[in-house]
């Protein structure tokens, strides 16, 4: 998943816009009048990505610390439905609904 993400962040440093399903958009900060240019579609795609393979590389330090699977907000175990849906879940079901509200 981690080699997935590096490879599509490195052809997009180096290319031209790939399109990717589910990608999202960030939040607009400026020129929310502006139409996106192609370069900033390129940033939105890439920041995206760079923020899934920082969420996969957490990922990957709690499985090397052992608390892999765990949720980080309350300890207890993430379901395996779950983890297999999202391997890089950091919280269960539960807190990621709460953590995701908080967000807004
Ligand atoms: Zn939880």
């Not at 607009?28 to 996106?36: E, Q, R």
């Not at 899934?52 to 993430?78: F, K, M, N, P």
């Amino acid at each position: 998943m981690r080699d997935d993400l590096d490879r599509s962040i490195s052809i997009l440093q180096g290319e031209r816009p790939v399109p990717q399903a589910g990608a999202g958009y960030p939040q607009d900060s400026a020129d929310a009048g502006s139409s996106l240019s192609e370069a900033d579609r390129t940033e939105a795609v890439l920041h995206s990505a760079r923020g899934q393979r920082d969420e996969v590389l957490t990922a990957l330090a709690r499985l090397d610390s052992g608390t892999y699977g765990r949720c980080v907000d309350c300890g207890h175990e993430i379901p395996e439905g779950r983890l297999e849906a999202r391997p890089d879940a950091a919280r269960c079901v539960n807190c990621q609904a709460k953590y995701a509200r908080r967000r807004r």
